[in-house]
């Protein structure tokens, strides 16, 4: 059974940052694409940021380029948002998400492309 588990969410202020995981059971993501997504209230879920299974390339939002970093640890299984430099538009819940397959280089910012998702976790930006 795959199990993509968020954590790391909570109240930042403005220019603040966060380190969000994204614990998965059930994939390996190391033969995973992976992403994250967010959804503010009354909006649509959008793309953040991409790292394809191997590792070797990453895709991000125009809005949170150069402020946010997706990593990921194979050995813990484990994927990662650093956010740095929060803004309040920045809050959302954040979701991760898993995708097999693809070429050495692929990423997607397509929700539709995704296999598996996470719960979520709220990422909360004010004074």
């Known amino acids: 059974q795959v199990q993509l588990v968020e954590s790391g969410g909570g109240l930042v202020q403005p220019g603040g940052s966060l380190r969000l995981s994204c614990a998965a059971s059930?994939?390996?993501?190391?033969?995973?694409?992976m992403g994250w997504f967010r959804q503010a209230p009354g909006k649509d879920t959008e793309f953040v940021a991409a790292i394809s299974w191997s590792g070797a390339n990453t895709d991000y939002a125009d809005s949170v380029k150069d402020r946010f970093t997706i990593s990921r640890d194979t050995a813990k299984n484990t994927l990662y948002l650093q956010m740095n430099s929060l803004k309040p538009e920045d809050t959302a819940v954040y979701y991760c998400?898993?995708?097999?397959?693809?070429?050495?280089?692929?990423?997607?910012?397509?929700?539709?492309?995704?296999?598996?998702w996470g719960q979520g976790t709220q990422v909360t930006v004010s004074s």
């Open positions: 998400a898993a995708v097999g397959g693809g070429s050495y280089y692929y990423t997607s910012s397509e929700t539709t492309d995704y296999d598996y």
């Open positions: 059930g994939l390996p993501i190391s033969r995973y694409a």
